[in-house]
């Protein structure tokens, strides 16, 4: 794990074609005050919006345009550009470069440059909205998250086409903190088929709420969106593990190279969870509900005159008990999530207690905090030697956080 600070990072910063491409003359200048160096590639497009001449002035160093063009070199071919850096940075990034880099071109000097690169790499995507919420971009973004690229923003906002929504590129001081985590955070890119920290080991995650049916047409449920559990899982696959996701029902994609088992009630997920072991790790993250509706009915509950229905509950399986608890084929490495609204470590470290568990990863979810569907956590890891504060990071960096951890805890070294 490197970790770094803006002064003295090396960063290189990929323009791309947009209008917000302004943006990121003025985000050189913060990158710079704050003692960072930066290298600039810009994308033809990007010339269209703002002159090389700009970046020149304000990075104090050549700036790059033309793969092939050899007086541009410096000495410096694409491929040492970008293995020089501490951190590449994408701003903005159109629909088409996130489509390129998703489909792993090399046609120009900035997908060639990204694809050269073993370095993380932050993205600040900046399109209209229609085209940010379009099925082909959104599955472009899962995929490139599962490769490990980080993303900030797009903000919600008015846009310069006039429209309203997310789409536009983040601010240059939200792009400059995002710089500050990334190059905090471990670096861990996909590794080859076979390889990673987690190469030969099994690891099963849950995901997601529940439904707990009380009719064909009603249900009881919760506000989890699966992003948390979702990112171990593309986190955990990426170290090189056997991933099987065990998932309630979300809008998400399914992260690649996962196996996904879809399901709705606790008990389903409990049976496919307890049908994907053995594995080497199993981390809860899914909201389970605890209770069901002891009696659904197999038709819709009409409103009648007698009143609301009284519903009498049943207790679910508690799957991560349960899981800890097995004899044969327990996990290795066992990790639940608390998920609360008071007395966070307090709780947590009853439910490590009364749960079984190895590790519980404590995250509060009390109004306005927007855990819940949020994209950021702020985690406290609680094992039975003590606890330790993790930083507020996006879901991505908690997941490759953990995934680490659970890693270094396999290995024995923790
Ligand atoms: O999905 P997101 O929008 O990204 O939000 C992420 C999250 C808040 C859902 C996630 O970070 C989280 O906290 N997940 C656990 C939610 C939860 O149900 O917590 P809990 O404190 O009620 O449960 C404790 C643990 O027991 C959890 O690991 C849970 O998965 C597990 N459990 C609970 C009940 C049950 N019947 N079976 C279980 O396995």
């Known amino acids: 794990m490197t970790a770094q600070t803006l002064a003295g990072a090396r960063l290189l910063l990929i323009i791309g074609g947009g209008v917000a491409a302004y943006k990121s003359l003025d985000l050189i200048r913060r990158l710079r005050e ?123 906002g008015e846009m310069a086409c006039g429209e309203f929504g997310p789409g536009r590129m983040a601010e240059p001081l939200a792009i400059v903190a995002a710089v500050e985590r990334a190059l905090q955070s471990p670096t861990l890119l996909p590794p080859p088929p076979g390889a990673g920290p987690l190469a030969g080991r099994r690891v099963v995650v849950t995901s997601g709420p529940t439904y707990e049916p009380i009719d064909p047409v009603r249900f009881l449920g919760n506000r989890s969106s699966g992003k948390q559990g979702h990112a171990i899982a593309a986190a955990a696959r990426a170290a090189g593990a056997e991933t099987i996701l065990v998932s309630g029902p979300t809008a998400l994609a399914d992260p690649p190279g996962v196996k996904v088992v879809k399901i709705e009630t606790a008990r389903a997920m409990r049976d496919a969870t307890i049908a994907a072991l053995p594995a080497d790790v199993f981390v809860a993250a899914a909201a389970v509900a605890d209770w069901r509706v002891a009696d659904a009915s197999a038709e819709k509950i009409k409103k009648g005159s007698g009143g609301a229905p009284a519903l009498e509950l049943a207790e679910n399986p508690d799957i991560l008990a349960e899981v800890a608890a097995r004899r044969g084929d327990r996990p290795t490495l066992v990790i639940g999530f608390a998920a609360e609204t008071q007395a966070l470590i307090d709780n947590a470290r009853a439910k490590l207690e009364r749960k ?23 985690v406290t890891i609680v094992t039975a030697d003590g606890i330790e504060e993790w930083p507020r990071m996006s879901k991505e960096e908690v997941a490759r956080a953990l995934v680490m951890l659970a890693a270094r805890k396999l290995a024995g070294s923790t």
Request: hydrophobic share 45%.
């Open 356 to 378: 079984g568990c190895d590790l519980i990863v404590a995250n509060s979810v009390a109004a306005g905090e927007g855990t819940f569907g949020g994209a950021d956590n702020q």
């Open 34 to 156: 704050r003692g960072s160096a930066v290298n600039v590639a810009m994308s033809a497009a990007a010339q269209r919006f703002v002159t090389p001449l700009s970046a020149e002035a304000l990075s104090g160093r050549p700036v790059r345009t033309d793969l092939f063009a050899p007086t541009e070199h410096s000495g410096m071919g694409h491929i040492e550009y970008s293995r020089d850096a501490d951190l590449l940075v994408v701003a903005p990034a159109t629909a088409d470069l996130l489509a390129r880099m998703a489909h792993g071109l090399a046609d120009d000097l900035a997908t060639t440059t990204l694809l050269a690169t073993d370095k993380r790499t932050l993205v600040a995507p900046a399109m209209n909205v229609r085209m940010w919420l379009h099925p082909a971009t959104q599955r472009n973004v899962a995929s490139l998250r599962g490769d490990g690229v980080l993303f900030v923003g797009p903000d919600d």
